[in-house]
């Protein structure tokens, strides 16, 4: 059970046996200390077990430089417990931005960013 939800997320659940959604609170500013924050109860949560993950980058919610590099090394050194990643995203700044966080990790395990929740779930329960 998670002690204490991070202040930029709305939440973290499992949808089913092999999903865990990340859920991002409307127009937050996601800076490093947050994503550490977010990091950290991913793993609580998910007791570090392998598993796919379904993130939803909500409207008007960014995050910063360092808070993306962070999570860019965080996601490629522990590969091994992401099995799969599905990014829901909004706007054309989120898509860009994601683009280029996938690029990043793809060699790591399967990702791809969406805008239509239904269409990422299944992408994921394919992977």
Excluded: C, H
Excluded at 47 to 67: D, V, Y
Aim: hydrophobic fraction near 40%; aromatic fraction near 8%; proline fraction near 2%.
């Amino acid at each position: 059970m998670l002690e204490l939800m991070p202040r930029v997320l709305e939440s973290i659940s499992l949808i089913d046996k092999t999903i865990v959604e990340v859920r991002y609170k409307e127009k937050v500013k996601v800076d490093e200390n947050d994503m550490r924050e977010i990091l950290d109860a991913l793993y609580e949560y998910t007791e570090n077990k392998p598993l796919k993950r379904l993130i939803l980058i909500t409207s008007g919610s960014t995050l910063t430089l360092k808070a993306r590099l962070l999570l860019q090394e965080e996601n490629k050194d522990r590969k091994e417990t992401i099995l799969a990643e599905a990014v829901i995203v909004n706007t054309l700044t989120q898509k860009m931005t994601t683009n280029f966080y996938l690029n990043f990790i793809k060699v790591s395990y399967p990702s791809k960013f969406f805008t239509d929740y239904s269409k990422a779930k299944l992408w994921l329960s394919q992977q």
